[in-house]
């Protein structure tokens, strides 16, 4: 069957408009990614930010004197699960003496953002923290620093948004969910697009305070014998 000069022109027209749409929506995301940290960098004595090929911001604060690495990253590996905003808080404070740990919520094996893949020494997981939880250690000195801060670990996990801790010798750090992906552009055209605004001053000055607690247990964990 034979297709018109004049359907072709039409079809050729349609799709250009099609892309033109998806190329201008796509620059809007762009845009709309840039701004997610703004509103929280008026908890930072001082900051910096930067942006990604993806558009996603990162930002690198200073508070009371310690280094504050923030990053927005988007996970869409998860199968049978809309893509995922996660929201990466790490405080880079040197924690001499403890053995490092990592713990990860609900895992998939598909968490490339994850440092507990990268430990090895098995933790027991206690009663108290939620059921679909590993907690990898860097060697057998991770039990005594891990039982150590275990109570504010069990605060903060009772947080249901919360991905992954990890408490090494350079640092603390804290993943937690900052949004979900839309269902309709993800089945249709497996597209992460996430509609909130950006991360709000209550969602980052709430796990800058979980930081806080954490430190302070680590700290105090250092300098008592058995946990060196």
Same mark, same amino acid.
């Given at each position: 069957m034979q297709v018109s000069l004049s359907a072709v022109v039409i079809i050729s027209s349609v799709m250009g408009t099609l892309a033109w749409l998806a190329l201008?929506?796509?620059?809007?995301?762009l845009i709309r990614r840039r701004l997610l940290l703004d509103d929280c960098s008026q908890l930072f004595d001082s900051h910096a930010v930067t942006c990604g090929g993806d558009g996603f911001? &990162?930002?690198?604060?200073?508070?009371?004197g310690r280094t504050v690495d923030v990053r927005l990253i988007s996970d869409g590996m998860t199968i049978r699960r809309l893509p995922q905003l996660w929201l990466q808080v790490t405080e880079l404070v040197p924690l001499e003496g403890l053995g490092g740990f990592s713990i990860l919520v609900r895992p998939s094996g598909y968490e490339f953002f994850?440092?507990?893949? &990268?430990?090895?020494?098995? =933790?027991?997981?206690p009663p108290s923290f939620p059921r679909e939880v590993i907690i990898r250690g860097e060697d057998a000195r991770s039990d005594a620093c891990f039982k150590a801060v275990c109570v504010p670990l069990a605060r903060i996990l009772d947080d249901a948004c919360v991905k992954e801790i990890a408490l090494t010798r350079r640092g603390?750090? =804290? =993943?937690?969910? $900052?949004?979900?992906?839309?269902?309709?552009?993800?089945?249709?055209?497996?597209? $992460?697009?996430? @509609? &909130?605004?950006?991360?709000?001053?209550?969602?980052?000055?709430?796990?800058? &305070?979980?930081? @806080?607690?954490?430190r302070a247990a680590a700290v105090v964990a250092s300098r008592e014998p058995e946990a060196a």
């Open positions: 201008r929506e796509h620059r809007r995301q911001p &990162r930002l690198l604060g200073s508070r009371a994850s440092l507990t893949s &990268r430990f090895h020494h098995v =933790i027991e997981v603390l750090r =804290i =993943i937690r969910q $900052a949004d979900e992906g839309r269902r309709g552009e993800y089945l249709l055209l497996r597209q $992460a697009t996430f @509609d &909130r605004d950006g991360v709000s001053v209550e969602m980052m000055a709430h796990v800058l &305070r979980e930081l @806080d607690a954490l």
